[in-house]
């Protein structure tokens, strides 16, 4: 029988593990741990994916308790498509991508094409709107069909893989809710997540699950934002560009949501409820991705660290985490910080008409810049490395 680890990748992990087993490594919970260890490797060399069952064990396994933050259907960065150019040219395809929140990291796993990305969230809610998102994902035959779902609303005749990103939104602008659409959709992933992926969710998690679809369903494409009353709508995040005027969202282009699909599809953006500061979530994700050759080259931190240096110790607890993940020399933080907050801190920004600056920093020269006493506070994290 073949070990569930190796349902996909059973071709080129075979000859390493007659050879495991001819040098004597015949004993069963040896051969069970090198076989989960070959069959990600090879997995995530060759293009496969992970299955159900070891993609609800990290779920589950990785996650910490959930703890208290303001929840967050979307993003209310209005910067976040500023740094993708620089990214993709800093960074090459392949690597390990992890992040925070919810929709922004499918525009920049889009840009960067990792093999596998990770979502680090205190937030259960954030985890099931995860998949909540996975689910549509999986069921959507294009963008068109994808937003329909999302949002309780027909999809408009007229538009092919082809639309444009602004011509997209735009044609739902005048489009009613359907209930009907929302009842049939709430099954179908419902459906997809515990028959489909036999994932064990909970009645909670199901209700959950609902209360965020109906977040959707309620505001529209064009009226739903994350807080503040200054934000960008859902639609307007979609159609918003980089600072050339190119659109880089995960639903400007078929081929951004395809990329995304396709890493859904095959269980490599995992969820995963933790604290950056705790001592479960990014420690064990960097154990897995250290044993399997993995290296992480964007981690997207958005404003987590102020928070963090508001609470004594944490702020040096996460570099600890940060220091234990397998890291090069390109990979990358995203940072993102709030004008009000640059101003009352002292950060300077460019000048524009945006709520948010994002920015590209070296890890390791930020953990150096840590450990060497050079970073004590959340101002001098954008300063010029020293």
Same mark, same amino acid.
């Given at each position: ?6 349902? @996909?990748?059973?071709? #080129? ?6 050879? /495991? ?21 090879? =997995? ?16 589950? *396994? +990785? ?29 090459? @395809? ?7 929140? #919810? ?13 596998? =990305?990770?979502?680090? *969230? ?46 997209? %939104? ?30 064990? /969710?909970?009645?909670? *998690? ?9 977040? %959707? ?14 934000? +960008?709508?859902?639609?307007? =995040?979609?159609?918003?560009?980089? /600072?050339?005027? &190119? ?16 890493? !859904? ?16 979530? +990014? ?7 250290? !044993? ?25 607890? %996460? ?25 009352? /801190?002292?950060? #300077? ?14 890890? @390791? ?13 959340? @101002? &001098? +994290? ?5």
């Amino acid at each position: 029988m073949t070990h569930p680890d190796l349902q @996909r990748t059973t071709g #080129p992990a075979a000859p390493a593990l007659d050879l /495991l087993t001819r040098i004597g490594f015949g004993a069963k919970g040896i051969v069970t741990v090198l076989v989960g260890v070959l069959a990600l490797r090879f =997995a995530l060399r060759k293009g496969g994916g992970i299955t159900d069952q070891e993609f609800w064990r990290m779920v589950t *396994d +990785l996650s910490e308790r959930g703890g208290m933050f303001q929840q967050e259907v979307m993003s209310n960065e209005d910067s976040a498509q500023f740094v993708i150019p620089a990214l993709k040219e800093r960074i090459r @395809r392949g690597g390990v991508y992890i992040g925070v929140g #919810p929709e922004q990291n499918f525009t920049y796993i889009a840009a960067i094409q990792p093999r596998l =990305a990770f979502v680090v *969230d205190i937030r259960r809610d954030n985890l099931l709107e995860h998949l909540l998102y996975k689910a549509l994902f999986e069921l959507s035959a294009d963008r068109a069909d994808f937003i329909a779902r999302l949002f309780s609303r027909p999809r408009p005749t007229g538009l092919d893989a082809g639309a444009g990103v602004t011509a997209l %939104f735009d044609a739902y602008q005048s489009i009613d809710v359907d209930a009907g659409l929302y009842d049939n959709t709430l099954r179908a992933v419902v459906d997809r997540l515990k028959s489909g992926h036999t994932f064990q /969710l909970s009645d909670a *998690d199901e209700a959950a699950i609902g209360r965020l679809l109906q977040a %959707f369903r309620t505001a529209g494409p064009s009226n739903l934002k994350g807080s503040g009353d200054k934000n +960008l709508t859902y639609a307007e =995040a979609m159609t918003a560009t980089d /600072l050339a005027g &190119q659109h880089q969202s995960y639903l400007a282009s078929d081929a951004n949501f395809r990329i995304v699909q396709d890493l !859904e599809r095959r269980n490599l953006i995992v969820p995963v409820v933790g604290d950056f500061a705790g001592d479960r979530a +990014l420690a064990g994700i960097g154990r897995y991705l250290t !044993e399997r050759q993995a290296t992480v080259n964007v981690f997207y931190v958005s404003n987590v660290e102020r928070y963090l240096f508001e609470q004594g110790d944490h702020g040096r607890q %996460f570099y600890a985490n940060v220091a234990a993940l397998p890291l090069d020399q390109s990979s990358t933080f995203i940072r993102s910080v709030t004008r009000d907050i640059s101003r009352r /801190l002292g950060i #300077p920004l460019p000048d524009g008409n945006v709520n948010w600056w994002s920015f590209l920093s070296p890890i @390791r020269a930020g953990l150096d810049a840590v450990a060497g006493g050079r970073v004590e506070t959340y @101002r &001098q +994290l954008f300063e010029p490395v020293r």
